[in-house]
């Protein structure tokens, strides 16, 4: 199956400064690809798709200037969290979807 | 309203005792009924997709099925690595909406 890669896998940071979780596919070439969130025992929420070489799309309710996301590349898709706070924390997770979906390893995301 | 719910919540089994975990849903044109498993701090692991009522897929101790309704996974005598979050998450339209997952437990 496709691989997709997540890095980093866990991260901790301060209040009010930016982290970048970065998406990978290896084995093929995702014009979109999903970033979800997750919290403690939830499901997952879709928050944006991102486009290659295009605006992404976000999910109502999501700040579009908080969540920065960029897909510069067919096998590269960046989420940059802006000045976070301790509400951000959180389990993060990419997808590339082909057929089916496949899942990044997810960002354990804790603001401090 | 789209919707798509889970059942049980969480479920506790012995080692060897099968049964089924449901997943149903309300939405209007079906393009793909998906099953994972999500072990605790890791993504999803994807397990299965069913595109139209009757299929039916199978691997190991897992099988899937589907109806116009919900989905099934069913597991067959279960053993303790199998303990893990399964969601199922429905295609339509232009959307993948997750259900909220069944915790399952098996214990040796």
């Not at chain 1, 093929?28 to 999903?34: H, L, S």
């Not at chain 1, 510069?72 to 509400?87: G, K, N």
């Not at chain 2, 979050?85 to 232009?94: D, E």
Request: proline share 5%; glycine share 8%.
């Amino acid at each position: 199956g496709a691989v997709v890669s997540q890095h980093p896998s866990w991260v901790i940071c301060k209040s009010g400064t930016s982290v970048k979780i970065e998406c990978r596919s290896l084995d093929f070439q995702a014009t979109t690809m999903f970033w979800y969130r997750q919290f403690p025992k939830q499901s997952l929420m879709l928050m944006a798709t991102s486009n290659e070489g295009s605006k992404a799309t976000y999910e109502q309710g999501v700040e579009k200037d908080k969540f920065l996301i960029n897909h510069a590349s067919l096998t590269l898709s960046t989420l940059t969290v802006t000045s976070a706070h301790p509400e951000d924390s959180s389990f993060y997770i990419c997808s590339g979807r082909q057929t089916e979906a496949f899942f990044g390893q997810g960002t354990r995301l804790t603001v401090v | 309203e789209d919707q798509v719910t889970q059942s049980p919540e969480a479920l506790r089994l012995q080692e060897g005792e099968s049964s089924s975990l449901n997943c149903s849903y309300t939405v209007s044109g079906l393009r793909g009924l998906f099953w994972y498993r999500q072990d605790p701090g890791k993504g999803p692991e994807f397990l299965f997709t069913l595109y139209s009522a009757g299929e039916e897929k199978e691997k190991e101790r897992l099988k899937a099925t589907l109806t116009k309704k919900e989905s099934f996974l069913h597991i067959t005598a279960p053993k303790p690595e199998d303990s893990a979050t399964y969601l199922c998450a429905v295609f339509y339209g232009q959307n993948f909406v997750f259900g909220p997952g069944t915790r399952l437990s098996v214990l040796p």
